[in-house]
């Protein structure tokens, strides 16, 4: 009572590829394997570099910091 039988699974099987379609399943699980891949390399490219590295400084932000009078400033007037 508590797990389905086999006959259930294949039931629900069945219903998802007529759903689906074998096509639209063959993506999604090649598109999932290679999410999968992704965040292990991923995970992997990161514990090496930071170990490798050590304390690296944080990335500095560039830009112009001049007013000019086409620069729109964030705090803007409103109209009265």
Known sequence: ?????????????????????????????????SAVKGFKDGVRDGSTSTAGEGAAAPAQQVGNTQKTAETVDVEAKTKA
Do not use: A, E, P, R
Not at 17 to 26: D, E, M, P, R
């Open 1 to 33: 009572m508590g797990s389905f039988s086999i006959w259930h699974w294949l039931i629900v099987l069945l219903v998802v590829v007529l759903i689906f379609g074998t096509k639209k399943l063959k993506n999604i699980g090649s598109d999932l394997g």
